[in-house]
């Protein structure tokens, strides 16, 4: 699976939309690109994936570059709740791994 | 009933015990995961079993011992654990043969001493 690469910390103003970035540079033709999140004492939680599209849910919008070397999480209405670890992964389709880099960790401000 | 249901939630042992951490998932998944986490660290995985096989092992110790009885159930045996083996362990099961998110319990908190 390709490396990814993001931020080590960030913040976010309650109520604003917080994006998130990861570089995904080496990516593969047939890779995808999950989001988790972890909130503090808890396991980690699917957000999102995708290959070439944008995709958007009831939690979140992937945004893929169209050379697909990189990737932005937003979460449109930041609240409190949303302070955690972010993971972006790379993974091949059929790969039973799911292997998780250090993440961003993302502080929701009051 | 999407939930991975991890028992205990928090363990104590000494480094001479036998313990069991348990894992029980109701979704239908086939593919079923151990991973361990220390502290400030990421989750890093352990064993993967798909259809009831163990499938992916990476590289652990022996006296972690997987075991799975059924598609619905993971177990994960200790024995002889050094104070170091203490983190968080986390279960998570997915569907197999297909890209799908994985679902995680909330980990059992163990501490070695």
């Known amino acids: 699976d390709a490396k990814t690469t993001q931020p080590p910390s960030m913040d976010c103003a309650e109520g604003r939309a917080a994006n998130l970035p990861c570089n995904h540079s080496t990516i593969s033709g047939n890779e995808y690109v999950y989001w988790y999140r972890q909130i503090h004492s808890q396991g980690p939680q699917y957000i999102i994936h995708?290959?070439?599209n944008n995709e958007t849910n009831e939690m979140a919008s992937l945004i893929i570059t169209e050379d697909r070397k990189s990737s932005t999480l937003i979460l449109p209405h930041a609240t409190l709740r949303d302070t955690a670890v972010y993971y972006c992964?790379?993974?091949?389709?059929?790969?039973?791994?799911?292997?998780f880099g250090t993440g961003t960790r993302l502080t929701i401000i009051p | 009933d999407t939930e991975v249901t991890q028992t205990p939630k928090h363990l104590v042992m000494g480094m001479t015990n036998k313990k069991s951490l348990k894992c029980e998932q109701h979704?239908?998944?086939?593919?079923m995961y151990w991973y361990k986490q220390k502290a400030k660290k990421p989750p890093e995985l352990m064993f993967v079993y798909s259809y009831e096989k163990l499938s992916i092992n990476e590289s652990v110790p022996s006296r972690f011992s997987p075991e799975c009885p059924n598609s619905s159930l993971l177990n994960l045996h200790l024995h002889a654990l050094q104070p170091e083996d203490s983190a968080l362990y986390l279960c998570?099961?997915?569907?197999?043969?297909?890209?799908?998110?994985?679902?995680f319990g909330q980990g059992t908190r163990l501490t070695v001493v």
């Open positions: 998570a099961s997915s569907q197999a043969d297909r890209v799908a998110e994985a679902f």
């Open positions: 979704m239908g998944h086939r593919a």
């Open positions: 992964i790379a993974r091949l389709f059929g790969n039973e791994k799911l292997t």
């Open positions: 995708g290959l070439k």
